[in-house]
């Protein structure tokens, strides 16, 4: 079992930056795929990053130039920098899990088993 708690959701104004951070409860983080996902109004959730436990990264291509996503397996921590923001990043952003013995980084939130309860980023214009 996974608990994940996202932080750093906030109100900023387009061109600017957050970073968020979501900490992973548990002894086994180092073998978990970590995630980030976002759900505006109105639309599915989407996938936006992702890393594996050796730090094979995927990012959506919307995000892609403007987001970093990184681990800390020291610190059972994800973080996921946000540069460059623009109203179209404005969504839930949520942290999700996956256990998984392969290195490949899926980008369905399908395959993610644990979730955490998200994180509110709102990009004024």
């Known amino acids: 079992q996974v608990r994940l708690v996202e932080s750093g959701g906030g109100l900023v104004q387009a061109g600017g930056s957050l970073r968020l951070s979501c900490a992973a409860s548990g002894r086994t983080f180092t073998t978990y795929h970590m995630g980030w996902f976002r759900q505006a109004p109105g639309k599915e959730r989407e996938f936006a990053a992702a890393?594996?436990?050796?730090?094979?990264?995927r990012y959506a291509d919307s995000v892609k130039g403007r987001f970093t996503i990184s681990r800390d397996n020291a610190k059972n921590t994800v973080y996921l920098q946000m540069d460059s923001l623009n109203p179209e990043d404005t969504a839930v952003y949520y942290c999700?899990?996956?256990?998984?013995?392969?290195?490949?980084?899926?980008?369905?939130?399908?395959?993610?088993?644990?979730w955490g309860q998200g994180t509110q980023v709102t990009v004024s214009s």
């Open positions: 890393i594996n436990w050796s730090g094979t990264i």
């Open positions: 999700a899990a996956t256990y998984r013995t392969t290195g490949y980084v899926s980008t369905s939130p399908r395959s993610y088993d644990y």
